[in-house]
């Protein structure tokens, strides 16, 4: 971070991670810090490079050390152009759906370990007849998140989060296991694409050690999302974008006719805008947050080109016949 000398506040018109940091960000400048930030975090050269870790992480997973950060100066001041308590409540939101990462990482698990056990020991580690012995790595590095989160919440609105945690979806199969899988799947995409392209707005709005926090967290959602894209692309070869769209409709119209039904997207669409406090959003927040979705999801889309049936033979081998 660029400490300023002199007289002048360390934080007026100074660089940061998404450009230029002004007293007052409207519209047009939070695009611009958003690209930016699309800019600066996700490139097709990272995508890549996050996806080429995977089969090393298989074989020796160690968590991304995180860059410093000065925790002990995060302050209110390094939040602009959003209120502070829609802000927090929208941390509060974070916090509760970043949690129990347990759940999350066990159902995946449960729907990864038949056909992929390198992948199901990737995301929920191992276990036996007690439990889990040894945590995957993607629950590793994802349990930083609720105490970073937490702490966040307490610096900026100076009390402790009262956090009600959502119970995770217990593993719940249903049709075919590979369609459960595919679903599972993209569902878990999903949430890590909506997770980074969060931070990433959030980070539009912030600067100096909060911003740097919240580059940590979405640093560790990209490599994940890129992870489980590229892995699923590898795992079922003939998904089209004809198959992506079929799954997700047919979520969604399931949800529809049965509106109890948890664990479709419209559930999870809806539970996470009553979580971020949407309806405390001005119409300016809502465009720039669907504009970081829209940054982010061109650069998925150029790198998926590079995911050709070649290139993942080579990361991840043949692929197994499953019928
Ligand atoms: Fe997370
Ligand atoms: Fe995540």
């Known amino acids: 971070?660029?400490?300023?000398?002199?007289?002048?506040?360390?934080?007026?018109?100074?660089?940061?991670?998404?450009?230029?940091?002004?007293?007052?960000?409207?519209?047009?400048?939070?695009?611009?810090?958003?690209?930016?930030l699309t800019q600066r975090y996700v490139t097709v050269e990272h995508l890549g490079d996050r996806l080429a870790d995977l089969p090393h992480q298989f074989r020796h997973p160690q968590p991304r050390r995180w860059n410093s950060v000065n925790w002990a100066a995060i302050s209110p001041a390094q939040v602009?152009?959003?209120?502070?308590?829609?802000?927090?409540?929208?941390?509060?939101?974070?916090?509760?759906?970043?949690?129990p990462i347990r759940g999350?990482?066990?159902?995946?698990?449960?729907?990864?370990?038949?056909?992929?056990?390198?992948?199901?020991?990737?995301?929920?580690?191992?276990?036996?007849?007690?439990?889990?012995?040894?945590?995957?790595?993607?629950?590793?590095?994802?349990?930083?998140?609720?105490?970073?989160?937490?702490?966040?919440?307490h610096r900026l609105?100076?009390?402790?989060?009262?956090?009600?945690?959502?119970?995770?979806?217990?593993?719940?199969?249903?049709?075919?296991?590979?369609?459960?899988?595919?679903?599972?799947?993209?569902?878990?995409?999903?949430?890590?694409?909506?997770?980074?392209?969060?931070?990433?707005?959030?980070?539009?709005?912030?600067t100096g050690p909060l911003q740097a926090a919240l580059g940590e967290l979405l640093i560790d959602e990209?490599?994940?999302?890129?992870?489980?894209?590229?892995?699923?692309?590898?795992a079922y070869p003939n998904s089209g974008?004809?198959?992506?769209?079929?799954?997700?409709?047919?979520?969604m119209v399931k949800k529809w006719r049965q509106p109890q039904l948890q664990g479709s997207l419209i559930h999870t669409l809806r539970r996470m805008t009553a979580e971020l406090a949407w309806e405390q959003w001005s119409l300016s927040h809502r465009l720039t947050f669907l504009y970081a979705f829209d940054q982010?999801?061109?650069?998925?889309?150029?790198?998926?080109?590079s995911l050709t049936p070649a290139y993942l033979t080579e990361l991840f081998g043949p692929h197994p016949a499953h019928g």
């Not at 049709?175 to 990433?200: F, K, M, S, V, W």
């Not at 990209?222 to 590898?234: A, D, E, L, S, V």
């Not at 974008?241 to 979520?251: C, R, S």
Request: charged share 20%.
């Open 241 to 251: 974008l004809g198959m992506m769209v079929g799954t997700l409709t047919h979520a």
């Open 157 to 206: 609105s100076g009390e402790r989060p009262h956090p009600v945690p959502h119970s995770a979806r217990p593993y719940t199969p249903r049709e075919n296991p590979r369609t459960d899988l595919y679903r599972h799947g993209l569902h878990r995409i999903a949430t890590e694409y909506g997770a980074a392209c969060l931070y990433l707005w959030m980070m539009a709005y912030t």
């Open 296 to 305: 982010v999801m061109r650069v998925l889309w150029q790198w998926e080109r």
């Open 222 to 234: 990209i490599n994940h999302m890129t992870k489980f894209w590229g892995f699923g692309r590898w």
């Open 1 to 36: 971070m660029t400490v300023a000398v002199g007289l002048a506040s360390p934080i007026s018109v100074d660089k940061d991670l998404a450009g230029v940091w002004t007293p007052a960000i409207g519209f047009n400048q939070a695009r611009r810090r958003i690209k930016a």
């Open 80 to 99: 602009n152009g959003i209120a502070l308590d829609t802000f927090c409540a929208i941390l509060l939101g974070t916090i509760n759906t970043e949690a």
């Open 104 to 153: 999350y990482t066990q159902a995946s698990r449960q729907y990864l370990e038949h056909f992929y056990p390198q992948m199901a020991e990737f995301v929920g580690g191992t276990v036996d007849t007690a439990g889990v012995i040894r945590p995957g790595l993607w629950e590793r590095e994802e349990k930083r998140h609720t105490p970073v989160l937490t702490m966040l919440y």
